[in-house]
């Protein structure tokens, strides 16, 4: 097999994992309430990824204990998975999965705004367009299509669907600027992020409850949303000549997540999740493509 076809090969995975993740959180939060699903998918990633680190003698030990990495892994841990997923948890315990999951896939557009005054970045009017048009997505899923009556189906959840991208946004612009491994990363990250969810289980949570299904989801979270295919996703990067091409690949993800909602939460997908969907993405896709023409203009000649 090719190197081209691996990096093809791995990045379909991810994207597919990617794309259950919405049905799996639906289900699980049935039976498991946020900070226990968190919980238990956190310390599953952790594991995981030391495990495989250790396996492929890629961990380094004394990366681990310096203290400049100590405390930005304390910041980043603490947005992700801490902050991030309990936002995210908590949304889709309200809000039905397929509004949670497209709400959630704001976050490139929030990047593109908090780029301005945390980087310092000026954005043309192809760049303003962009985020209007998947303001309008956000706009019509908000309202499920009812724009007349300007009236909110569910604030709370919105806003918390809505928030974790901001987070997300946020701790994708800090994880930019820390040049560590990625794999070296997410384990210190992973291991802060557990011990705060630790943390806050004990003091504002129910007991633990019984095995049920809750901990297959948070399983499947803890090793196919959070840990394994981060790294799938990166080795695809590596191995593809193009990233560009493999990156566009992630557009598939939000379109198969309604369809796996669909057939296995049993969500009927309203029209107005998929309207405000297309919005949302042209929106993100127009953001992609002035991103690169102006990559594109900024390279020497």
């Known amino acids: ?69 100590l405390i930005n892994s304390a910041l980043l841990g603490f947005l992700n998975p801490f902050l991030y997923y309990v936002v995210l948890f908590h949304a889709y315990s309200i809000l039905p999965a397929q509004e949670a999951m497209v709400l959630n896939y704001l976050w490139p557009i929030i990047l593109v705004l908090l780029s301005i005054p945390l980087l310092k970045q000026r954005i043309g009017w192809l760049s303003i367009l962009a ?85 297959t989801g948070a399983l499947y979270i803890g090793l196919f949303e959070m840990g394994f295919t981060f790294l799938l996703w990166l080795t695809a990067l590596k191995y593809s000549d193009t990233t560009a091409r493999i990156s566009n690949m992630i557009f598939l993800s939000p379109f198969l997540s309604l369809f796996f909602i669909r057939i296995f939460v049993g969500e009927p997908i309203l029209y107005s999740t998929i309207w405000g969907l297309i919005l949302i993405v042209c929106g993100v896709l127009l953001q992609h493509f002035t991103a690169e023409r102006q990559a594109a203009f900024s390279r020497p000649k």
Do not use: C
């Open 131 to 215: 985020i209007l048009v998947s303001f309008m997505g956000t706009v019509v899923i908000a309202f499920r299509g009812q724009l007349g009556g300007f009236s909110i189906a569910s604030p709370l959840g919105f806003f918390l669907a809505t928030g974790s991208s901001i987070v997300w946004a946020l701790y994708w612009i800090l994880n930019m600027k820390d040049q560590r491994q990625p794999a070296e990363k997410l384990i210190l990250n992973f291991a802060f992020g557990s011990l705060y969810i630790i943390i806050l289980t004990l003091i504002v949570s129910s007991p633990i409850p019984r095995l049920s299904v809750g901990y």
């Open 1 to 69: 097999m090719t190197q081209t076809r691996k990096a093809y090969l791995l990045a379909l995975i991810s994207v597919f994992f990617w794309s259950t993740a919405g049905s799996v959180f639906a289900i699980s939060l049935k039976y498991l309430n946020p900070y226990h699903l968190l919980l238990f998918a956190s310390l599953v990633s952790f594991a995981a990824l030391l495990i495989t680190q250790q396996i492929r003698k890629e961990l380094k030990a004394e990366a681990f204990f310096k203290k400049r990495h």
